[in-house]
């Protein structure tokens, strides 16, 4: 499988892993507050993937001892800036647009986060885009305004603000996180966990709320494990190969996945609506995997540390006892060169056109 095809398909997996969290929320709603829902979800994936780090450095070959990957300090505050925006501001604002915002345009205004987050990585940190790709964004954006369109719904309410700054905070949390893409996805969506997960439930217990039976805690950890932690790990990977405006286009096909399996647990005839959302987004993906983008481009010098296979930009020494495992992690330096050849706005390209 080529690395194109493989950053494409994790950034789906982060898609449907997330957008099946949605209908087991939507079950969990019955008994439980928004905020405690959240609380659980992030609590448990900041957990789990802590064991899952644990268990990794376990198991790490011998010739790599020592040398996973550390946060450095220029990375600190990128990766600060995107739990407080996408772990904490992003559901209280959320939570608060839902209690006073119909279902329906709250859905609608859920798809603005793939918008809005394109548009920083467009206008604020210049990724490229073509034609083709903007295209294929408005076709997936199209596909869940579809998805969650109700024409007997009128009028914006107020709550609505709140929700699209639940959007603008999630989409500045996707732009921030491309800035520490290059490091360890495990441990940033771990950290994410276990800062976020404390937070919603102190608000959901200052609200009123209490904790539910155990039975149900482990249902919403497992699920928030799942739908919150492994997604997030899935979609920093592809931020690292596909740059944040298109992994965010595919990761805004996550509403179809969360659509499908409620039909599945709720067992109801697809409406039209549904079959026409799907095309368009599978029209939207569709344009971005025949994207090809190619031109001479400069390399500077950059030294810094992720996990890679020895391909045409890592050719380099190793200064530790080397068996020949790949992938594998540790500080390296990538020396200035010329070339040209077919990429992606990823961490080796983020260049200027």
């Not at 986060?113 to 295209?135: H, K, M, P, S, Y």
């Not at 964004?137 to 024409?151: D, K």
């Not at 603008?168 to 994410?192: E, G, P, Y």
């Not at 919403?220 to 596909?242: D, P, Q």
């Amino acid at each position: 499988m080529s690395s194109r095809l493989s950053a494409v398909l994790t950034a789906l997996a982060a898609a449907a892993l997330f957008g099946a969290a949605t209908p087991f929320a939507k079950a969990l709603l019955g008994s439980m507050s928004p905020f405690m829902v959240a609380g659980l979800f992030y609590l448990g994936s900041g957990i789990g993937l802590g064991v899952g780090i644990i268990t990794r450095r376990m198991r790490r070959p011998s010739a790599q001892a020592g040398h996973e990957h550390r946060f450095q300090k220029s990375e600190l505050p990128w990766l600060a800036g995107a739990i407080a925006a996408g772990g904490v501001a992003g559901p209280a604002l959320l939570m608060l647009g839902l209690s006073s915002t119909p279902a329906a345009t709250s859905s609608l205004l859920l798809n603005l986060e793939g918008v809005l987050t394109a548009v920083i990585a467009w206008v604020v940190f210049r990724e490229n885009v073509d034609l083709q790709v903007f295209l294929g964004m408005v076709a997936i954006v199209a596909g869940g305004v579809m998805l969650s369109w109700a024409p007997g719904e009128r009028g914006v309410p107020a709550g609505a603000l709140l929700i699209v700054g639940a959007c603008l905070c999630w989409a500045v949390d996707n732009n921030l996180t491309r800035k520490v893409s290059a490091s360890d996805a495990m441990m940033i969506a771990c950290l994410k966990g276990l800062i976020a997960g404390p937070v919603n439930l102190a608000i959901a217990i200052a609200l009123g709320a209490s904790l539910p039976s155990a039975t149900t805690v482990g249902a919403a950890m497992l699920t928030g494990l799942a739908g919150y932690g492994v997604s997030l790990v899935l979609f920093v990977v592809a931020l690292r190969h596909l740059g944040t405006a298109r992994t965010g286009a595919y990761f805004s096909v996550a509403p179809l996945f969360g659509v499908a399996i409620s039909l599945l647990i709720w067992p109801a005839q697809p409406s039209v609506s549904f079959w026409i959302a799907a095309a368009l987004m599978a029209l939207g993906i569709w344009l971005h995997v025949r994207e090809r983008h190619e031109h001479e481009h400069h390399h500077e010098l950059i030294e810094h540390s992720h996990r890679h296979r020895h391909d045409e930009h890592h050719q380099h020494e190793h200064d530790f006892p080397y068996d020949g495992h790949e992938p594998h992690t540790h500080p390296h330096v990538h020396l200035p060169i010329t070339h040209s050849h077919a990429h992606f706005p990823d961490i080796h390209h983020r260049h200027q056109h």
